[in-house]
């Protein structure tokens, strides 16, 4: 990309409630077994929040991480962006009470929709901003309290789901380091694939939708499947095109973190070896867009990567959306 100057992470923080629910845990529940849960989806366990808990405290906490990762004071903050499916409520955005948890007086704040895709979503959208000088630090949040809206009467979705936040600061860095190029895209004609049908203007909250637990996830889990595979090798594809950048160059990839054999797929369609892939959903489930700041934080503490290599994001979610980006690791 042409610029005057480049964009990057220089501050990030994560966190993952203290309670974990494993396999052996959900069997009590509804009628599977650990068994099948490794084989087919690959994850062992996950974390929920205290129910007292919501997007914003756990997005808050990952976001102090973030700003003391950078040494940032929080009135530095020009805007504030929060990627959740599971905002505190439809309004004032989760991301308005961060602001305030955070006292970021000075922000700018507010949420986007883009399901599991959200964060890479809302890293395009503080770039830009910075890039286009409107903004110096951004801080963007991935946050979801997924147990909130998950049916833990089936087995078909409560098993695949956890709780997490992670957060990043983005501002101005080295030359030809940070952010290369991203590739967003959304496919609203397959939307239904993945929805929560009651709570909006569709369906508003009434003793029926409660009754027939229209505020919980439903989804056709055998088509978001076949789409995550295809769209996880199209979506990294395009930002190594348009970055210019040979597969062979990739230090990590970090896929969004949903199932073990959508990644095992997509990374054989890409010829990617295994050992450059970040992969933390045995822990945690799928936390939509706090996945990839989780994964992203814990790698880089983990050493996984450091100053001057690139690590490729790619995610995919409701909408349907995918998004990727390339970073060459500025810190
Ligand atoms: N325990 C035991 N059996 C289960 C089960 C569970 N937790 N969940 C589903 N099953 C059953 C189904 O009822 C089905 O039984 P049937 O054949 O008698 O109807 C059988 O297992 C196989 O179902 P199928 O849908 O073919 O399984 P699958 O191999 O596709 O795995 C998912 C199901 C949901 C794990 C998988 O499709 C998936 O991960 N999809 C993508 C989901 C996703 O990533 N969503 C988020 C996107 S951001």
Redesign the pocket.
């Known amino acids: 990309m042409n610029s005057l100057y480049s964009v990057g992470i220089t501050g990030i923080g994560s966190y993952v409630p203290e309670k974990v629910i494993t396999n052996y845990d959900l069997c009590e529940i509804?009628?599977?077994?650990n068994e099948?849960?490794v084989e087919?989806?690959g994850i062992q366990e996950r974390r929920i929040v205290d129910q007292s808990l919501s997007t914003s405290d756990i997005g808050t906490i990952a976001a102090n991480k973030a700003l003391e990762d950078s040494n940032t004071n929080p009135k530095e903050i020009d805007l504030i962006i929060v990627a959740t499916a599971t905002p505190d409520m439809a309004f004032p955005s989760t991301a308005c009470i961060v602001q305030k948890n955070i006292q970021a007086i000075n922000a700018a704040a507010f949420d986007i929709s883009a399901?599991?895709s959200g964060f890479i979503y809302g890293l395009s959208i503080g770039f830009n901003f910075i890039k286009a000088g409107t903004y110096r630090k951004v801080l963007v949040i991935g946050g979801e309290t997924l147990s909130k809206i998950v049916n833990w009467e089936d087995?078909?979705t409560c098993?695949?789901f956890g709780d997490g936040a992670g957060a990043c600061i983005l501002e101005r860095c080295e030359e030809g380091f940070g952010f290369l190029t991203f590739d967003l895209g959304s496919d609203g004609n397959n939307g239904h694939l993945?929805i929560q049908p009651a709570g909006g203007s569709r369906l508003p909250a009434s003793y029926e939708t409660v009754s027939n637990r229209l505020h919980t996830i439903k989804?056709d889990?055998?088509e978001?499947?076949k789409f995550?595979v295809r769209i996880i090798e199209k979506s990294s594809k395009e930002v190594l095109r348009k970055a210019n950048i040979p597969l062979e160059q990739i230090d990590l990839l970090i896929p969004?973190q949903?199932?073990m054999?959508?990644i095992q797929s997509a990374i054989k369609k890409l010829q990617l070896e295994e050992n450059k892939v970040y992969i933390n959903l045995d822990k945690y489930g799928?936390m939509?867009s706090a996945s990839i700041p989780v994964a992203l934080d814990e790698a880089y503490k983990k050493e996984f990567f450091s100053k001057g290599d690139i690590v490729l994001l790619v995610a995919?979610?409701?909408g349907l959306t995918w998004g990727a980006t390339l970073l060459r690791w500025n810190k």
């Open positions: 509804v009628d599977t077994s099948w849960i087919r989806t399901g599991c087995r078909n098993v695949l993945l989804m889990g055998r978001v499947f995550a969004h949903a199932n054999r959508i799928n939509s995919f979610g409701a």
